[in-house]
């Protein structure tokens, strides 16, 4: 299993952290030189002196060791900053790969707890977080090698004894090393918890509501019962690590004091000189801090063996849960999403983790070029059956399909680029509102003007000192703006107009609207269906439901959990309807 995880990790750092890999070996290799320089030098030194040789030969050790020292100190600072670069790269590296992940991953599982506990755990395993382990291990590993060479010469037996000494420090050093490993998988949930308070009392999304509703101590006592669970489990972990440390100091001083007697000892009998005094004492000094932190290292190291068990798993949920990114692998399909039919064949579904149906039984045809009015009492189901079209969800059963093709059949990249979408709870990013429209896209002024024009902001951004490129919010422009709600909600509707989909979607569009605007956006959906797209809305607003091509209406029945189809065909017909809850309201 050794053998098993150190071919992962080296290959996982050839694959992604080559670089960083040879700048730590080889900064480390003259990083472990230059206290093995420092006590040659000095044993040089002062053998010069005592054996009474001429200033000229004592300044000439002197100053070429000053020069060996300076040049390797040197070279040791150039390697340091080349391996700091390569370590950003190799950091970067990882950090995309965890970005990438929360865009493969399906979307229930972005938030999941489980999830984001096992990616923080898994990170010691991965190059950014052990391979400077790893040239700690060559640094340390060069230097005792190096001290127990010399002290061999000298007396074996002073060997063994300095090295079972040793031993029984090495143990405690990787019995600590295991608590801290143990305490901060345990702490990893806090930590997340503390996290996202920290960035609730710190982020300007949150700063009004907290004000407005006195919830400052309310959030600040949350802040203060996490901290108050971890420094439980920190006095823990302190305790057990007192007692060890304390038996590690008591050892470490008897192995010094040990060294001392045994070498003034042989001083005293004449069997090394004063320079071979010096250079044993500074090297049994060097021995015994190098040879706690080399363990201390492996020690590192055995953990990020054993959180490789905890990424495994990560991959593994990974591998089985990204069913979006996994269908941009198949061929696209040549389709006319101009013509969009969608069928709901007996669609029910369950959210992950939950017992209770949203939808049940839903059968229902969408056909192209209309306008749909989804109507129904809060928690029918109406935001679900969006997100099932848009495959933020997979049904529980059934399926959906669009011209008699499974969605899930259909490339992701290639479906949602035919889809525009406005959900309820839409976001803004703190760029520029050019960049909040078209993100990363081709930028056509034409059709950029049209969309602003469209959605009702031209005399809002008309009226700002940098136009269209005029930021969001301050985080990371001080010259940035706050939208309100409503206008927020018109730039997120020019977002979907610039991209000119087959299939428009918005959830509660007129949201924070004036009923000015209100009539506008109405008008705009009217001559979108005219030109041929196809509109689903969310909507309790009742000209909106008039004014719809159809109707479909959600909601329990007979007491039934799960969100059932009531009804479903044009205005008129639903004032018809006995079975309808929004009937008596048309």
């Known amino acids: 299993k050794i053998v098993k995880n150190i071919a992962f990790c080296f290959r996982n750092t050839w694959d992604n952290s080559r670089e960083y890999f040879f700048a730590t070996v080889i900064k480390n290799v003259f990083t472990a030189i230059i206290p093995l320089v420092n006590i040659a030098g000095l044993g040089f030194t002062i053998n010069a002196l005592v054996s009474k040789e001429p200033l000229a030969s004592v300044l000439k050790y002197i100053f070429g060791y000053a020069l060996i020292h300076l040049a390797i100190t040197l070279a040791t600072q150039l390697l340091w900053l080349w391996e700091s670069n390569a370590m950003r790269k190799s950091s ?93 998988n345990n702490k990893v949930e806090e930590d997340r918890k503390l996290d996202y308070l920290y960035n609730v009392m710190t982020d300007y999304q949150y700063a009004k509501e907290i004000r407005i509703n006195n919830a400052d ?24 690590k007192l007692g060890v440390n304390s038996l590690s100091v008591i050892l470490s001083i008897i192995q010094t004091g040990f060294m001392y007697l045994y070498f003034s000892h042989q001083v005293f009998v004449r069997q090394i000189s004063i320079a071979e005094y010096s250079v044993l004492i500074s090297s049994a000094t060097l021995f015994t801090s190098v040879l706690l932190s080399l363990f201390s290292s492996l020690g590192f190291i055995n953990n990020s063996f054993k959180a490789l068990e905890f990424y495994r798993e990560y991959e593994q949920i990974l591998k089985d849960n990204c069913t979006l990114s996994q269908s941009n692998t198949l061929s696209e399909i040549n389709m006319d999403f101009s013509k969009a039919n969608f ?55 059934g399926r959906i399909t669009l011209n008699g093709i499974d969605i899930n059949e259909i490339p992701y990249r290639q479906y949602i680029s035919k889809i525009a979408c406005v959900m309820q709870d839409f976001a ?9 429209v078209i993100f990363d896209g081709i930028f056509d002024e034409i059709r950029f003007r049209d969309s602003i024009n469209k959605s009702g902001l031209k005399e809002r951004i008309n009226d700002l000192p940098y136009g269209i490129n005029t930021s969001l919010y301050r985080e990371l422009d001080d010259a940035g703006i706050e939208f309100s709600g409503g206008e927020g909600q018109k730039l997120a509707m020019a977002r979907a107009l610039y991209k000119k989909a087959d299939i428009i979607i918005l959830d509660e569009p007129t949201n924070g609207l004036h009923i000015k605007n209100v009539r506008s956006l109405l008008k705009l959906l009217n001559q979108m269906v005219d030109e041929g797209n196809s509109i689903f809305v969310i909507e309790h607003n009742i000209e909106f439901i008039k004014s719809a091509d ?37």
Not at 350 to 357: R, V
Not at 428 to 436: M, Q, R, V, W
């Open 217 to 240: 101590q309310f959030i600040k006592n949350k802040y203060i019962f996490e901290t108050k669970i971890q420094i439980k489990k920190l006095k823990k972990l302190l305790n057990k």
């Open 550 to 586: 159809y109707v479909v209406e959600l909601g329990p029945e007979g007491g039934d959990a799960g969100g059932r189809l009531l009804f479903a065909g044009t205005p008129s017909e639903m004032k018809m309807s006995e079975k309808s809850v929004t009937a008596e309201y048309l």
């Open 92 to 184: 970067n590296i990882l950090q995309f790969k965890y970005i990438q992940d929360c865009l493969d991953i399906d979307y229930h599982y972005v938030q999941d707890g489980k999830i984001l506990n096992l990616k923080q755990k898994s990170m010691m395993s991965q190059p950014p977080f052990f391979l400077s382990h790893w040239g700690d291990v060559i640094n340390y590993f060069i230097q005792s090698i190096s001290v127990l060479f010399v002290f061999s010469i000298f007396s074996p037996i002073f060997t063994l004894i300095i090295l079972f000494l040793s031993v029984l420090m090495i143990l405690l050093t990787i019995y600590t090393q295991k608590c801290d490993f143990n305490f901060n």
């Open 428 to 436: 803004l990013f703190a760029y520029s509102i050019k960049e909040n």
């Open 343 to 397: 069928k709901f064949e007996n669609v029910s579904f369950i959210y992950p983790d939950a017992t209770e149906y949203v939808l049940k039984n839903i059968t229902l045809d969408i056909n192209a070029g209309k306008k749909y009015a989804i109507v129904g009492l809060n928690g029918s189901g109406k935001t679900t059956i969006i997100k099932l079209i848009l495959r933020i969800y997979l049904p529980t059963s």
